[in-house]
C-alpha cells in the first residue's frame, strides 16, 4: 500500500514536460495614439529603448516557446513617459504577455502599448506543412467519380 501511495505522489509531481522558454533578441510591439487614432506596430531589440509619441519602451527581456507548445511570449518591460525639462517618469514596469493584451498593456492618458511577440531573425523558419495541390485534388476526385472500365 505504501508503494502505491508513493507511486502516486510521484506521478502527480512529475505532470508534462514543459520545453524550455527561447530568448529572443527583439520584442515585437503595437502602439495605439489615441488623440490620432493610429496603430502602429514597432520592434526594439533587447536592452535598447525607442520612443513612441512621449513614452520611452525598453523591453529587457523576450521570451517565447517552440511551435509545438502552446504559445506563451512574455517580456519584461519599463515605460518612461518624458516629462516638462527632458526628465523622466516610469509609468509602467512590468511583465507584458502577448496573449493577454488587456491584462498586461501599458494604459495611458495618449497611447496604449502591448507585446505582440518576439523575434529572432537568426533563427531557422519552423516547418511548414506542405498543403496539397488543389488541381490534384480535383483530378483524383473526377477519377474516383467516373466509373471503371
Not at 67 to 86: A, H, L, R, Y
Amino acid at each position: 500500500m505504501r508503494y502505491v501511495v508513493v507511486a502516486l505522489a510521484l506521478a502527480a509531481a512529475c505532470g508534462p514536460a514543459m520545453a524550455e522558454r527561447i530568448s529572443n533578441p527583439i520584442a515585437v510591439f503595437a502602439g495605439l495614439d489615441k488623440i490620432t487614432g493610429v496603430t502602429t506596430t514597432f520592434e526594439i531589440p533587447i536592452g535598447e529603448q525607442r520612443r513612441f509619441g512621449a513614452v520611452i519602451v525598453r523591453p529587457n527581456v523576450c521570451y517565447s516557446r517552440p511551435p509545438t507548445e502552446e504559445p506563451k511570449t512574455t517580456s519584461f518591460v519599463e515605460i518612461d513617459q518624458i516629462e516638462s525639462g527632458n526628465t523622466r517618469r516610469r509609468v509602467f514596469s512590468g511583465w507584458m504577455f502577448a496573449e493577454s493584451p488587456g491584462l498586461s498593456g501599458l494604459e495611458h492618458a495618449t497611447y496604449d502599448i502591448w507585446l505582440t511577440g518576439c523575434r529572432d531573425p537568426n533563427a531557422p523558419p519552423p516547418p511548414v506543412e506542405a498543403t496539397p495541390d488543389a488541381n490534384a485534388l480535383q483530378d483524383q476526385t473526377v477519377k474516383e467519380g467516373e466509373p471503371e472500365d
